[in-house]
């Protein structure tokens, strides 16, 4: 698709305790990765409203990264547990818009994963350079105007 010199805009939402960590640790190890990413850090993936997503991809973001501890690790017990409930259900609403499945993500990187951070981020990247920019505000225009 439209991969001529189309940089995408990624908004990652990282937990404080886990995915930050792992993307300081990849950048403390020197681990390239693509540099497409805007880092929001948050407290815990739980603290992700889906709203933050609709209003990213809103304001121009081409694909949105939620990243969280492993399930099991979470530092507030079950907050990943409740961002893995509330992804499926974004994803739906989504879906209804008519935008595609891969420019929102949800991952699981802990503290000591530097490597796949990088490895998330450069997979996502090339799959948003592959999709081409986000047409979502033209999707919502169309649907106001509908109303």
Known sequence: ?????????????????????????????????????????????????????????????????????????????????????RYPLLKRLLDAYGIENERVQLEWVSASEGRRFAEVVDRMTEQIKALGPCKVRTALAFDMAER
């Open 1 to 85: 698709m439209m991969s001529n010199g189309f940089e995408p805009k990624i908004v990652g939402f990282l937990c404080n305790w886990c995915s930050y960590t792992g993307a300081d640790l990849a950048g403390t190890s020197r681990i390239k990765y693509a540099t497409n990413l805007r880092v929001i850090r948050t407290m815990c993936s739980a603290r992700i409203d889906p709203t933050f997503i609709l209003k990213a991809l809103l304001e121009g973001a081409d694909g949105v990264l939620i990243c969280g501890c492993h399930p099991g690790d979470c530092h507030y017990v079950e907050g990943n547990y409740k961002a893995m409930r």
